[in-house]
């Protein structure tokens, strides 16, 4: 399996605050590899670092095995990273489709005028797009939402628009911010769902932060583990069960 | 609220679904509604039918509606859809006119030239006081763009005096297609000067004078118009060609108003000058300007209604909600911010450029910072990121201002007085424009923040789904 990630041994502070100290691990191409760790161990300054969110004082993130550290979020985004909010970050005036379609952006090319005259080549562009889009509204069920503006939307409901915009990118690599915080079981066995078609169906490596631990267990190949801004793990599932510091991290020193 | 369709009523394609007109009925009236616009000035008393239904006013008003409506729009695509604050459109609008004022005296471009220029060249402009959005935001941002309102104005009024004369008024010639046709070539001479009747509408008469022989340093030509007095020789319709030593020898001259005109020679006995007149398309009455401006406003409506659902269109919305995600999926935030700047700033250069052939007198006073308040005010009244709240702010504002503040005023000014007898009454007459503006901007801040096309987009849609409520 080649590797599609590797964060390679990064610092990030804030000040005096260490966010993330040498943290050093590999993402193989296809796989679900899970983060997880207490809440502020450090696991979205992880995600801001490798989409560009934050800079790193020191290591460098290789993409496909090309460093990429020195790019802007956008550009990193045009590799095909894409990613969710832990907070929920949608455009929230505007529709379904339109946030979908939005992130269509990096696919498309008419300019400014072509779009103004919304004309031949523009429009074509637009339908073409708009047909993926919908192919994503299908898979994510979310028809009769279309149209409906994203900020009248339930928790749940704008949770699954931001999967759904987040995957109009096209991502080969998905960076999920826990996507099921604050959902009831239903709602997070439809999310995993759909996070375990979305690998299957088109093979796109992805990596989950997340803090319910048995579905985190159930559904990624690989895990991380990071306290305190410091990996104190990496492995399978198995493995991670039954190492030591992850214990005595979840479960306090002492404990098992 | 999403553009539906009537109960009952499908889409079967794409293009079907994201047309703007979603049935026929829409696309008859909106068609309607165009050819009725056009049809206006026909109803007026100086237009070619001669009705006399509407007050020539009108027609000035809606073209200067218009004119607003394309700067507001501007103004819409920036802080609307994009979501930066600008309080430096005035300032945009005052590049416009003054650089297309600029480009026809000094440079003798054309309207059409000039438009295009001036326009790109206020795009320009406001791209780099667009530069400060890539570090600031909102409120900060606003101090940034004020920066603009206080920079170009001053500009224009000191190191830029020479060609902008200052605080003093300037004047601009109308807008013309085309060279002319000539008709008729005469010769005159001291002794024989040249009478002849000339009509404005759209078609005007233009009349150009060569000096052929003679004495050519002590010759002068000279234009009465009809009342007889000679025209000064920085008349807007005229263009003056001068020689080396900067004596007169050609001039050319739109004869702007209706009536009779003499061309006449002084001077040397032998001098001789060549008199060609001919007939042009002008645009130098208020119906041709408005059939110039109106269409103009709409195709610009039309664009930025295009572009604002597409590709362009959806970043700026993206920036405007949430730059942060729109940066982290694909999307040049700051390029983003720029285009929405530069945009802005080309539709408040059109604008200007029209106002100023449109008065045919642009002074600095007309570009201050009130306006770019005002327009920001016609934009939240009338909807910002709604694709007709320029349209339904600037009318609405404007017809407060030019038609029933002054119905209102006599009253108002008469029973004002009573309610506030230890103020000066002179200084209540002078407020009630100021007050009214305001009091309409607190209503609708209150009432309705989201303005007047969010209410027209609910009625909209309770009309596509009567009779059910949803």
């Given at each position: 399996m080649p590797v599609k990630l590797h964060v390679d041994d990064i610092s990030l502070s804030f000040g005096g605050i260490k966010a993330l100290s040498q943290v050093n691990f590999q993402v193989e191409a296809g796989a679900i590899f899970s983060v997880i760790g207490p809440n502020g161990a450090g696991k979205t300054s992880l995600i801001n670092s490798i989409n560009g969110f934050y800079r790193p004082q020191s290591g460098r993130i290789l993409f496909e095995g090309a460093d990429i550290s020195q790019l802007p979020p956008y550009r990193r985004a045009a590799l095909g990273i894409s990613r969710t909010f832990q907070n929920i970050a949608l455009y929230t005036n505007a529709t379904v489709l339109d946030n979908l379609m939005a992130a269509r952006h990096i696919h498309m090319k008419s300019g400014m005028l072509a779009g103004a005259l919304f004309w031949g080549a523009a429009q074509r562009e637009e339908i073409a797009h708009r047909r993926r889009v919908e192919e994503l509204i299908d898979f994510l069920e979310l028809e009769p939402l279309r149209k409906s503006i994203v900020g009248t939307l339930s928790y749940g409901l704008r949770k699954r628009v931001e999967l759904g915009r987040a995957l109009a990118l096209e991502p080969t690599l998905l960076l999920l911010d826990e996507?099921?915080?604050?959902?009831n079981v239903e709602e997070k066995e439809d999310m995993a769902r759909y996070i375990l078609d979305i690998h299957e169906q088109q093979g796109t490596t992805i990596l989950l932060i997340e803090h319910d631990i048995g579905l985190v267990m159930d559904i990624s190949q690989r895990i991380a583990v990071i306290d305190f801004g410091e990996l104190i793990g990496v492995g399978t599932p198995a493995e991670i069960s039954g190492n030591q510091a992850v214990i005595s991290a979840y479960l306090g020193e002492g404990s098992a | 609220m999403a553009n539906i369709k009537p109960a009952g009523v499908f889409d079967t394609t794409y293009e079907d679904d994201m047309?703007?007109?979603?049935t026929r009925r829409d696309k008859f009236w909106k068609n309607l509604a165009f050819c009725a616009l056009l049809l206006v000035?026909?109803?007026?008393?100086?237009?070619?039918?001669?009705?006399?239904?509407?007050?020539?006013q009108y027609i000035g008003l809606i073209a200067r509606i218009a004119i607003y409506v394309i700067a507001v729009q501007g103004l819409n695509l920036l802080v609307g859809y994009t979501g930066q604050i600008s309080l430096g459109h005035a300032a945009f609008m005052g590049v416009g006119a003054y650089g297309s004022a600029i480009l026809a005296r000094e440079l003798g471009f054309s309207f059409w030239l000039a438009l295009p220029t001036s326009a790109l060249l206020t795009g320009m402009l406001g791209l780099l006081f667009g530069l400060p959005s890539l570090r600031v935001k909102g409120f900060y941002l606003a101090m940034a763009t004020l920066a603009a309102q206080f920079i170009i104005p001053w500009a224009l009024e000191y190191p830029l005096a020479g060609w902008t004369g200052g605080t003093r008024p300037l004047s601009l010639p109308a807008p013309m297609i085309g060279p002319f046709t000539p008709y008729a070539r005469d010769s005159v001479s001291p002794e024989t000067p040249l009478d002849f009747t000339a009509g404005a509408a759209f078609i005007v008469d233009v009349i150009a004078v060569e000096l052929t022989a003679g004495a050519v340093d002590s010759a002068r030509i000279d234009i009465l118009q009809p009342g007889g007095a000679p025209l000064p020789y920085g008349d807007v319709n005229m263009t003056v060609t001068r020689d080396a030593a900067g004596n007169v020898i050609a001039l050319r001259y739109i004869a702007s108003k209706a009536g009779a005109y003499r061309v006449q020679l002084a001077g040397a006995a032998e001098a001789r000058a060549e008199v060609r007149r001919g007939k042009a398309l002008s645009f130098a009455t208020d119906t041709a300007m408005y059939y110039l401006i109106v269409p103009l406003a709409v195709l610009l409506m039309f664009l930025a209604r295009n572009l604002i659902r597409t590709r362009t269109g959806r970043a700026f919305i993206s920036v405007r909600d949430n730059d942060l995600a729109a940066e982290l999926l694909g999307v040049n935030v700051f390029a983003t911010k720029l285009r929405a700047f530069f945009l802005s700033a080309v539709y408040a250069g059109i604008a200007g450029c029209l106002l100023a052939f449109e008065r045919n007198s642009i002074s600095l006073q007309m570009f201050q910072l009130d306006l770019s308040i005002e327009m920001l005010a016609m934009l939240i009244i009338g909807g910002a990121g709604y694709p007709l709240g320029a349209l339904f702010g600037v009318t609405f504002i404007r017809l407060l201002q030019e038609a029933a503040i002054p119905a209102l005023r006599p009253w108002l000014s008469d029973w004002l007085p009573q309610l506030f007898p230890f103020i000066d009454a002179v200084n209540i007459t002078s407020a009630i424009n100021p007050i009214l503006f305001g009091g309409a901007l607190i209503v609708f801040l209150i009432l309705e923040p989201r303005g007047i096309a969010h209410r027209w987009e609910l009625l909209k849609a309770a009309w596509k789904l009567r009779p059910y409520a949803y």
């Open positions: 996507p099921m915080a604050g959902m | 047309a703007i007109d979603r000035p026909l109803l007026s008393a100086s237009g070619p039918l001669g009705l006399g239904l509407l007050g020539d």
